[in-house]
């Protein structure tokens, strides 16, 4: 998939307020210094379409991206040590969870794990919170430039393998580096074969 286009739409924490759920949408979420909009960027080929900053959990509202006029790309609050006091951490977490429960037309959410680190417990817990809602996720291992190619893989494995604690099976995953965009082709190609098998939500009903 070539990403020609990418739109903001929207910035909220009203699930009821999102735009309509007639296009298929991937949620994009991790430990709130994970590099996640250096990865969006790095997707879509806009260095300025999500804020990135130096200060982890600048990400505070569920903001939506258009991508090619076809599909939602949504940036969440990233979780973990974010500088923000227990209340606003609680506020986010609980519209975070209520969009993931909800949010019909949700095909895939991509975690986002830190490759430099052995399995952090707050990734497993959330990993292992969207297998018991029964949500559909892949793992995104990101900064795969910034330590040797050997110790990325090794903590990937180390990370599948402490899934193994509550899943049969562990879902697939991309390694990837917004420096060099290793991964961005092959994340961007899984969505497009999402979207080939998208049924939309017939409004109507609801």
């Not at 049969?168 to 994340?187: D, K, V, W």
């Amino acid at each position: 998939m070539i990403v020609k286009t990418a739109t903001f739409i929207s910035s909220n924490t009203k699930v009821d307020k999102l735009p309509a759920a007639n296009l298929p949408e991937y949620a994009f979420i991790g430990r709130s210094n994970v590099g996640k909009s250096s990865l969006i960027n790095a997707l879509t080929g806009n260095r300025h379409l999500a804020k990135t900053s130096q200060t982890p959990g600048k990400t505070q509202l569920i903001n939506h991206f258009l991508i090619n006029g076809a599909w939602y790309l949504v940036d969440l609050p990233g979780y973990g040590f974010a500088k923000a006091s227990k209340s606003s951490r609680a506020v986010w977490e609980k519209f975070i969870r209520r969009y993931l429960s909800v949010r019909e037309n949700l095909q895939c959410v991509f975690v986002l794990i830190d490759s430099r680190h052995e399995p952090q417990q707050n990734d497993l817990d959330f990993c292992r919170w969207l297998g018991e809602k029964g949500i559909s996720f892949l793992l995104v291992f990101t900064k795969a430039d910034k330590s040797s190619l050997a110790k990325a893989n090794s903590n990937v494995g180390k990370f599948h393998q402490a899934l193994l604690q509550w899943f049969e099976e562990t879902p697939p995953h991309f390694l990837t580096s917004a420096e060099s965009r290793l991964g961005c082709e092959q994340l961007l190609t899984a969505i497009d074969e999402i979207n080939s098998n998208f049924q939309p939500v017939d409004v109507k009903d609801r």
